[in-house]
């Protein structure tokens, strides 16, 4: 997976025209982190929240800004200093990571605003927006 | 790829009929387990990466191979499906076994099974409405309780009462038993849905969508009843008939916010005429043999005023003569009220007014908002419209629902208008009192 995505006009700044093209034009990537979901319920309320989630994805997709995700298994090992191997859990259920996204949007300000659309705040989740590091900065 | 709604608790009933089949009746709850596990997988996934091609053999098969999983690691600590015990037991019989189970026809086999199961004599029939709900339904014990409009804790009693039950009897209902056992079960079954139905369609939840939601699964797994030889019976096709034609005019009932039955053109124009056609084929079919049953007479009426274009036309003549069959096979007052309705519209109001006053057991309804908005509706047409009022309050006062406190305001307004246009201004009368 390449970090560095740059809209060809940054790496060659357009003389004639104003910062914000510039900006608009200026894409980068972030990880959104969904912690803290609990996949529990009814039958109902379970099918509803997975269609709740799929309209968001689908929006995600329209939009453009959706890179792929994957969910994550609830369980798993934990690899110590000491090279000691444990069975999770890694975190308390709030805060536990359940899968993650990367999308590609402007700024921090945006993937922000992309992670208000969420569905998991319905279910007691939560999401960590987080920047991909660039290699060309 | 698009789900249906409720998909999710069809697919759940599904699953643990099978799995039930698999861990026997006594392990119930492990069987709830997987399907609840089997649904958050799908959820989890699903929710990424969209819904699979085939959504339900996906479910399946997760929860055929947790169900594997478990049996492998519990076989020795737990008792799992006696008449099984040797196919779990060694490894190479195990999971063909189990591929076995989770096929599309032994599926249908386990829900019919289940619902045969949760139909015993030994639990009410409020029990096993709410087992159906719960265990084939894939309804949760809340909403279990919202659809019967019961505290969540009394539900979870309930329930609970009724698994032990189940659990006790160690063992899943046997199809291939004898005849006699299975057509009396079949009846219990049969008497079941036929309330589950009810509670849909006359029930006194606020929500229509619950409410239809209620009346359609009735009628699935009614159709389910169809499928197999064992209930695949004249009066089975009866009742499905029934539930069809009442279904069809669901639309207009709900909309019209409850009324006093199909008594409204405008109600008429919303039915759903293929369910219609649908339940006449039904009844078709249902006319074999040489008992009549309650269903068969119950599908009969309804048949008359679906076949009926306008309310005018229905042959009251006919619709009387069924209810006083029916009433001759189950004596109630509620039969006698909608009885006495037929008749008015046969001869007139003041024969119905003679036969609602005479109702035995009339007691019964003393809380029955429809029986007063029925006397209620015969005093309009006699044009006493003081007694109208009065009755039509009577039923406003006992209305359970917003809806038929709507139906019945609506009522009381008309009756009003009537008497202000008219200038009647009779006496009160004293009335037979039922408090």
């Given amino acids: 997976m390449c970090p560095l995505r740059v809209a060809s006009s940054v790496i060659v700044p357009k003389q004639s025209h104003a910062s914000s093209k510039q900006e608009t ?29 799929g309209e968001w994805m689908k929006e995600l997709k329209a939009q453009g800004c959706f890179k792929g995700g ?9 690899v110590t200093r000491q090279k000691t191997i444990t069975d999770g859990p890694f975190a308390e259920a709030k805060d536990l990571i359940g899968g993650f996204m990367l999308i590609e949007v402007r700024d921090l300000a945006a993937a922000s605003e992309v992670a208000k659309g969420c569905p998991i705040f319905d279910s007691g989740g939560f999401v960590e927006v987080r920047p991909v590091m660039q290699m060309n900065m | ?33 997987v399907v609840q596990d089997s649904l958050c997988r799908a959820l989890e ?38 008449d099984l015990g040797r196919l779990l037991e060694t490894e190479w019989s195990l999971a063909p076994s189990v591929s076995e189970l989770f096929t599309e026809h032994a599926i249908k086999d386990d829900l019919l099974r289940m619902m045969f199961t949760c139909c015993a004599p030994e639990l009410a029939e409020d029990v096993q409405i709410a087992l159906i709900l719960n265990i084939l339904c894939g309804f949760s014990v809340s909403e279990t309780a919202g659809a019967f409009l019961c505290s969540q804790a009394a539900m979870e009693k309930r329930l609970q009462r009724g698994k032990a039950s189940l659990a006790r009897a160690r063992a899943l209902f046997d199809m291939s038993g004898g005849a006699v056992a299975v057509a009396e079960r079949l009846s219990a079954v ?43 019976l ?55 043999g040489n008992r009549v049953s309650e269903y068969h007479l119950e599908a009969g009426i309804a048949a008359e ?20 069959l029916l009433l001759r096979l189950r004596p109630s007052p509620v039969i006698g009220l909608n009885r006495a309705i037929a008749l008015s519209q046969r001869d007139g109001p003041e024969r119905g007014l003679d036969a609602l006053h005479g109702l035995e057991q009339r007691e019964r309804l003393a809380s029955y908002p429809f029986y007063f908005a029925a006397l209620g509706d015969l005093e309009q047409r006699a044009l006493r419209l003081e007694r109208a009022t009065n009755h039509f309050s009577e039923a406003l006062a006992l209305a359970r629902n917003p809806a038929e406190r709507r139906f019945f305001a609506q009522r009381l307004a008309e009756v009003g208008a009537l008497a202000q246009e008219k200038g009647a201004t009779c006496p009160p009368l004293p009335e037979p009192s039922l408090r």
């Fill in chain 1, 25 to 53: 034009d200026y894409m980068a990537e972030f990880v959104m982190l969904f912690r803290g979901d609990q996949p529990q319920g009814s039958a109902d309320q379970m099918q509803k929240r997975m269609q709740r989630w």
């Fill in chain 1, 70 to 78: 994957q969910p994550l298994e609830r369980g798993g090992q934990v």
């Fill in chain 2, 1 to 33: 790829m698009e789900i249906s709604e409720q998909f999710f608790r069809r697919e759940a009933g599904r699953m643990v009929s099978a799995l039930t089949r698999l861990f026997g009746v006594h392990n119930l709850a492990l069987a709830e387990d």
């Fill in chain 2, 45 to 82: 996934v699903w929710k990424f990466q969209g819904v699979p091609d085939n959504p339900s053999a996906w479910l399946m098969t997760t929860a055929k191979h947790r169900a594997l999983d478990l049996l492998r690691r519990e076989r020795t600590a737990r008792v799992f499906a006696p």
């Fill in chain 2, 190 to 232: 049969q008497r079941a849905l036929y309330l589950l139905f009810n509670e849909g369609y006359h029930g006194a939840h606020p929500e229509t969508a619950v409410r239809s939601e209620l009346c359609a699964w009735a009628l699935r797994l009614g159709a389910l009843l169809l499928e197999h030889p064992a209930s695949e």
């Fill in chain 2, 234 to 288: 004249p009066e089975t096709y009866a009742l499905c008939a029934l539930l069809c034609l009442h279904a069809a005019r669901l639309p207009g009932r709900l909309d019209a916010a409850g009324n006093l039955g199909p008594l409204d053109d405008r109600a008429r124009a919303a039915w759903d005429r293929e369910l219609i056609a649908q339940g006449l084929q039904l009844l078709d079919r249902s006319a074999t």
């Fill in chain 2, 305 to 324: 005023h679906a076949a009926a274009a306008r309310t005018a036309d229905t042959d009251w003549a006919r619709v009387v003569e069924l209810y006083d």
